[in-house]
């Protein structure tokens, strides 16, 4: 039997660490590569720039292969996959609304621009929006995890002015969407939002007590939803034992 392959996506590689549990766990029995964006600082890029590096990346794969993208990454791979469906096996996007305005930096400008806080006071309220953790040598890492993303990597908008990238829908390939119930970003008007656009076989998650980043607080169940929804991909060795009846459009998840 041949190891699905999976592409993850990262447009924001200092956020990684967040991911790096879900990668692992997948890594058991999936074959996990990482696609990695470093944006030079002040350097401009469109996303069709982004599109076509990753593109080129693809054609050189003797297969089409499985996307897996958090947040910003996650809207650019269901934009690439409705693209280019021919160079995705499917796509899995995590924390993404069709409103795909709503990211955390959107998030984070608009409170830039309607509280009188210094950034710092800012990022820290946010962080304890956009994580659930307990340790407390953990809980405060993640604001200056947001800064360093902020100042080098790869966002939509400025505090000046914040272009609406616009809507997403359901790319032809299967689709997979985890979003957390408690999530300040993606608000839970997402899954009706998304039900409006998913195909018959495509699957949304709402993860009970998942934040904007559940990934992270919620590894094991993310990745176990991760793998259940690959092996339904059609043309899987799964696939063989599978009814069209068993897919779902729509199911929650509770963690």
């Not at 699905?4 to 956020?15: A, F, G, N, Y």
């Not at 996303?47 to 990753?54: A, P």
């Not at 998650?205 to 169940?221: K, M, T």
Request: aromatic share 6%.
């Amino acid at each position: 039997m041949n190891r699905p392959e999976v592409l993850w996506v990262d447009l924001q590689p200092t956020l990684y660490c967040l991911n790096k549990r879900v990668s692992q766990r997948l890594s058991r029995d999936i074959g996990v590569k990482r696609w990695s964006f470093q944006l030079d600082p002040d350097e401009f890029c469109m996303e069709s720039t982004v599109h076509s590096m990753l593109k080129t990346t693809l054609e050189s794969m003797a297969e089409p292969i499985h996307l897996i993208g958090h947040g910003l990454s996650g809207i650019i791979s269901c934009e690439f996959a409705h693209n280019h469906p021919e160079l995705v096996e499917s796509v899995t996007l995590l924390s993404v609304d069709t409103l795909s305005i709503n990211q955390w930096s959107s998030h984070y400008l608009g409170m830039r621009r309607q509280l009188a806080c210094s950034r710092e006071q800012i990022l820290k309220h946010l962080s304890t929006l956009l994580f659930e953790v307990k340790s407390s040598q953990v809980k405060a890492a993640f604001p200056r995890l947001l800064q360093a993303c902020l100042d080098n990597e790869l966002i939509q908008g400025s505090i000046v002015n914040l272009d609406h990238p616009g809507s997403l829908s359901s790319p032809q390939v299967p689709t997979l969407v985890i979003n957390g119930h408690d999530d300040v970003v993606v608000d839970r008007k997402a899954q009706q939002r998304w039900e409006e656009q998913l195909k018959p076989g495509d699957c949304y998650h709402s993860l009970q007590g998942g934040r904007h980043f559940f990934q992270f607080s919620h590894a094991e169940l993310t990745a176990t939803l991760i793998r259940s929804f690959l092996d339904m991909v059609p043309g899987s060795s799964a696939m063989e034992s599978l009814h069209p009846s068993q897919f779902t459009t729509s199911t929650q998840q509770q963690a």
